[in-house]
């Protein structure tokens, strides 16, 4: 870990206070920064967006945070989408979040793989009016 954890509830009351802010029937995401290559076989260190970071509290790449406080469904309000992870993941690239690990960093209990992301995009772009990202 790169640094002391940090309490959910801070993350929790931040998308609270950001939701709070948004025009009604609102959508907002949050992307990660991408990992920048310096050669053929090298990259930089990876530093987060920092407003995913103060939303989420969630550090790694290929994540997107969906905030959309009006969803008549309550699972659709806040979504956190992940890279899907295994072992040969950790191995070749760093240890990446479970879905359990990021609900435990984030208390986002909607935690989705990043394939998924289009998908639930396309089924809610409908029926919102307005898109932040």
């Not at 991408?34 to 550090?59: A, E, K, M």
């Not at 899907?84 to 209990?109: F, H, P």
């Amino acid at each position: 870990m790169k640094y002391s954890a940090i309490k959910k509830d801070l993350y929790i009351g931040n998308r609270k206070n950001f939701s709070k802010h948004l025009k009604p029937n609102s959508l907002a995401l949050f992307v990660s920064n991408d990992i920048l290559p310096t050669n053929g076989d090298g990259s930089l260190g990876f530093i987060q967006n920092s407003d995913l970071l103060h939303l989420s509290g969630v550090d790694q790449e290929d994540t997107i945070l969906l905030i959309y406080p009006d969803a008549k469904d309550g699972k659709q309000k806040e979504i956190l989408f992940i890279k899907e992870t295994s072992e040969l993941i950790a191995i070749w690239e760093g240890a990446k979040l479970t879905k359990q690990q990021a609900t435990d960093v984030s208390g986002i209990k909607n935690i989705y793989w990043l394939h998924e992301f289009e998908k639930t995009l396309k089924a809610l772009r409908s029926k919102r009016s307005t898109l932040f990202k």
